[in-house]
């Protein structure tokens, strides 16, 4: 059932509602619930291991220092041997960002000749795994691809180090204070390696933090790659240790001794090692012999021209309370307040709404372009630099309704995020996301017990009670049941008994 509100309007308030909160529902994508359309090859399994390889395509594409997000679509003509890339932002993609894609798509080229050449025929498809490889083969390509890489995304990458060094360094110290050194071992030495190779490579890229302009030398370039893969490896096990739960018992065990909250080990292993482990997942795509034919076709790439809508939202606590009313479908108390505070965290202004990467994407790739592409099935996964907010999730399972296509991305944050923009303002899909948003905002203020509080005095309540009793007919059957349980005697008690 749709609902006649306006998508914005009921965004906006769940922002309000949830603030920073997560809501109930981050979900991570589950492959083997879903059939896949258009992977590059015919194999479930292997299509799977793509989504990695396409989120670590759009990660790569970030360069801003703050609020970039980057979506990637992929399309595959395995008759005519051509690949596209749909890249979308939230903002407008720039050529540099398709050329820098180019670019490392070319490397990433010439890399798997590279392994195929290494390879000589040494594959054939029933075996599970390609052949171990020497590690020496390709090392300068993929140092190549690292820093034209880690060149491209400087400033997101310093952000990244501004933000979570500082404190993993002090974390180690105290660590180490608390432990004699040589006797590490396990986790916290797999911990102390990770580190130790992660600011090894941090300090040498912060050459250029206030100079990105400088050039580093050959050898410089070399220890960071080098330093980071390492870091790479030692995280991955650290992340993973005791059922990914070692990074939280450690940083309480630390925490608790200083009297502070725990610091986010996991978070800060994670973020620093992002780019480059990223950088990795794109080496082994270049490795799959399976995935090889994407790497051999013809590359096209194509940007979605950045959307967005202006909305006004209502501006008075009064134009809030009517639509709260609206939306719940009759007044309640607790509307008075949250419709002056509304009013107050929109204010009056106009808001420019972009359409999220992901959904302008999939609306894109959706609609007719009048061009050769139009018919090539996009690939039911869509890469993405950042986990979907809810209204994204929202309005891509209501999309996938509609349209009888199918597109997932990797999971839903479950925050909201205000402004968002629908991708089309027209059409049945508007007024049922625009419901399933109200949906959520109902089930909200019910598990809050807030729609409870003028129930008894409610014929049109949504839980049902319009289908109850007539006032009259609930006074008498009221009596009758008073009677009944009077003349069991006992002031009542009776009544309650063990018969
Ligand atoms: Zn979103």
Redesign the pocket.
Known sequence: MATKLDPHHLVALMCYTFKDNQDSSPRRLDPSLHSLQGGIVDSHETNVRTFRILDALAHISVSRKESQVVAIGLQLNSRKQEIRLTVAENEKVTDGLVNHLTKIWRKLQVLSVEYEKNRGGRWDKSELRSPEMPKKVGRSLKMGIFRDIYQYSLEKQMRRIDKWSKGLRRFMKELLKRRVFLHLQGFELSLYKAVVALLLAVEVVSKLHDNPKDQLTESEWELAYSQSILANKHVKIVLADRKESGCEILAQELGDHLSQDPFQLRRALEKLTSLSRHIETLFGFAHSPRLRPALRYRLFTSAVPKKAHTVELPTSPEEWKSFLEVACDKHYDFQETHAVELAESFGSSKWVCPV?C??GLIQYLHAKQGNQWDYVPPFSYIGVSKL??S??RIWIETFNEQSGRRFYTRCSHGKW?WP?GIPRTEGPLVGVMARKVLDEYLAYLESHKLLRSNLESSCGSSDGASHGLSDDDEKDAEAVGAAIVQDRGGGGLGFFDDK
């Open positions: 999220h992901e959904c979907s907010c209204a994204c995020y968002w």
